[in-house]
């Protein structure tokens, strides 16, 4: 059992559940600010970083491994939708170097590897999505933006 992946299973376990509990709170927050598309796509967000949750806590009981409730760090909550889709890029974009040094430990542990493998190319795909809203952004401005969100 390689204890960098056993470690990486129980890192994403806790940061991904609170990653997931900031995107239903700023969904929240979007859809009380009236931006629906924008509150169900953070909504959707944060049920698909759950379903990785339980996937990596199962993974790490199939390995025998003790599954952690760790302490987790705080993280912003932002009222202005630009900020918090520059915020969340920047979490993806760092995220995902730290993933593929994970995804390259566990080659030797194929479900381990499919699993990451498969959240790697989800996370990807938002990171894709917050940079073509950004794009968006700075092609039609924010207001314009905003009004599609709606």
Excluded at 36 to 55: P, S
Excluded at 112 to 119: G, M, N, P, Q, R
């Amino acid at each position: 059992m390689n204890e960098k992946v056993v470690a990486g299973l129980q890192a994403i376990v806790t940061g991904l559940s609170q990653q997931a509990d900031g995107h239903l709170i700023q969904s929240r927050i979007f859809a009380a600010q009236g931006f629906n598309k924008l509150a169900k796509q953070y909504e959707e967000h944060a049920e698909e970083e759950r379903g990785y949750v339980v996937k990596c806590i199962d993974r790490l009981i199939d390995l025998g491994c003790e599954v952690k409730l760790e302490e987790k760090k705080s993280a912003p909550i932002c009222k202005d939708a630009e900020e918090f889709v520059k915020y969340d890029l920047q979490v993806s974009k760092d995220g995902l170097k730290w993933l593929a040094g994970i995804i390259k430990e566990s080659l030797e542990d194929l479900t381990t590897f499919s699993i990451l493998s498969e959240y790697y190319k989800d996370e990807e795909k938002d990171m894709y999505w917050a940079e073509q809203q950004l794009e968006l952004i700075s092609l039609i401005g924010k207001q314009n933006w905003l009004a599609k969100q709606i």
